[in-house]
């Protein structure tokens, strides 16, 4: 264990994929891992057991970032487990795409709920109830740069992550509190590879210099350096980590 050890760390979205991969990565770097969900808790207890296993401390927490009711007690239950939250990694978020001629109110209005609102609820409740000290990283895309075809609504709200977290960082003043984001390029996780045809998953692998996908385990060695303690002068910053796609 690291000195981290009484630190805790909040990750929504992180019973699977790039969430669950944050999730193992803070725990081996020593944080207290809460480790949330939206809808099936098997998975997320699953990752609490083996994060348990291997010799960390985590628990399993059911909240609907979109709500923030939810979001109130998944704070609440942190505070009463481990007596706080050092580490908030807005994880959560749902992409579904479309041109902007055929998109769907309903598809729209949950984006925004879940990708932007649910930012913005974790962050409203952080800014009285995270500790001194602590670190924040939010989750925007790549598609914020590269803009392609059928992201729109996707792209949209997290460039509304990317300036509010610009302007957090700033209300955060005087908290030893950085607020920072993280941007993932195309990263192989069974979310990203369902339905898609081997063919273009090769395209997309050869797009960025390093020619090859990004892993859950390479997004989060980023979101770990920016909650850890070598990122202390890293503030309002975005960072892209995609292979040099853009």
Known sequence: MSTQNQKVALVTGASRGIGAAIAQRLARDGFTVIVNYAESAEPAEAL?????????????AKADVSDPTDVRRLFDAAETAFGGVDVLVNNAGIMQLANMADAEDASFDRQIAVNLKGTFNTLREA???????????????????????????????????????????????????????????????????????????????????????????DIADAVAFLAGPDAGWINGQVLRANGGII
């Open 48 to 60: 609490v057991r083996s994060i348990q296993q291997a010799g960390g401390q985590a628990l399993a």
């Open 127 to 217: 800014a009285t109830r995270l500790r001194n000290g602590g670190r924040i990283v939010n989750f925007s895309s790549s598609v914020v740069g590269l803009l392609q075809p059928g992201y729109g609504v996707y792209a949209a709200t997290k460039a509304g992550v990317e300036a509010i977290t610009g302007v957090f960082a700033k209300e955060l003043r005087g908290r030893s509190i950085t607020v920072n984001a993280i941007a993932p390029g195309p990263t192989a996780t069974n979310l990203f590879l369902k339905g898609k045809p081997q063919e273009v998953v090769d395209r997309l692998a050869k797009l960025a210099p390093l020619e090859r996908l990004g892993q859950p385990e």
